[in-house]
């Protein structure tokens, strides 16, 4: 029996909370009592902490019934995909001749994380990274002014920031002359004072979420808050997301006034108060819009 077929003939037999050893290939199989499946295999490197889809990729310290050693975890919550499922896992555990596949795996476990994930598709809804750097820096740019700043990402609210005098959405963007920005929903400009866009490209001269989060806790932010808040829009402690680097461009503020494209559009959308309607978004081009730019 090949490796795949035994991953899978241990999916269907496992009861929740056991684990199978598989010793030809020096991994195990297991379903949590939470009803999480997968693979593991043993594992001496640095933390990994990365998800998409359905998929968890990650380290961490178990006792699969010996003792407590540390495994590379790769698991899923979709029991009824087990068998499309395998297939991932038995790549994953597969050791190859003279156990290249797994050495080659343990040196860079992030490398074969990223090809399976370009391959399949990444389709979760999380916030891309440099527009949660950008929230964070408006928050940091805010606090340092003496503002006391409200934001709470993962509740996502019909505006990105707030503080006790004025309201501010924030549009981020990796595209250098691009001035449209997409307004999500009928509401977003309502009762908003600032928009706030912001230009990135990715540099390793530029700014991490890691290192927002060090710079907002020396400020007096709570760590535990903001790792909790990152974590909600999956942004994990732990994952690469954290530390892949932007360098900011250029970011300008919009004073949101009667004016301000997209106003007329929204005035006509309360007006016409069609209770089979739900949520409207468009998009708006800034192109000639006054505007202040902030350092």
């Not at 009824?80 to 156990?99: K, T």
């Not at 990223?114 to 950008?134: C, M, P």
């Not at 503080?163 to 250098?176: A, D, G, H, M």
């Not at 909790?228 to 503020?253: A, P, Q």
Request: aromatic share 12%; net charge neutral; glycine share 4%.
């Amino acid at each position: 029996m090949d490796l795949r077929q035994e991953i899978e003939r241990s999916f269907a037999n496992l009861q929740k909370g056991r684990a199978s050893f598989i010793e030809e290939y020096n991994c195990v199989v297991f379903i949590f009592e939470n009803e999480l499946y997968g693979v593991a295999i043993p594992y001496f490197g640095k933390k990994i902490n990365e998800s998409f889809a359905n998929v968890q990729f990650y380290s961490n310290q178990i006792n699969f019934g010996d003792e407590e050693k540390k495994y590379l975890i790769l698991a899923s919550n979709k029991y009824h995909l087990r068998n499309e499922f395998s297939l991932i896992c038995a790549n994953f555990a597969d050791q190859g001749s003279n156990n290249t596949k797994r050495s080659t795996l343990l040196k860079d476990p992030l490398d074969w994380w990223e090809r399976w994930k370009e391959l399949l598709g990444n389709t979760v809804r999380n916030k891309k990274t440099y527009s949660i750097i950008a929230e964070m820096l408006v928050v940091k740019y805010l606090h340092l002014k003496g503002e006391k700043v409200k934001w709470k990402p993962s509740d996502y609210a019909t505006h990105d920031v707030e503080t006790e005098k004025e309201t501010y959405e924030i549009k981020s963007t990796s595209v250098k002359y691009k001035e449209e920005v997409t307004i999500n929903s009928q509401f977003q400009l309502k009762d908003l004072d600032n928009l706030i866009l912001c230009r990135y490209e990715k540099s390793n001269s530029g700014q991490s979420v890691e290192d927002l989060v060090e710079d907002l806790t020396n400020l007096g932010w709570d760590r535990t808050f903001l790792n909790k808040e990152l974590n909600e829009v999956g942004i994990t402690e732990g994952s690469s997301s954290r530390n892949h680097k932007y360098k900011t461009l250029e970011i300008r503020k919009y004073i949101v006034d009667d004016k301000f494209p997209g106003k007329e559009l929204l005035n006509f959308l309360q007006s016409f108060n069609d209770p089979s309607i739900g949520k409207v978004s468009f998009d708006i081009n800034l192109k000639g819009k006054e505007y202040k730019k902030i350092q």
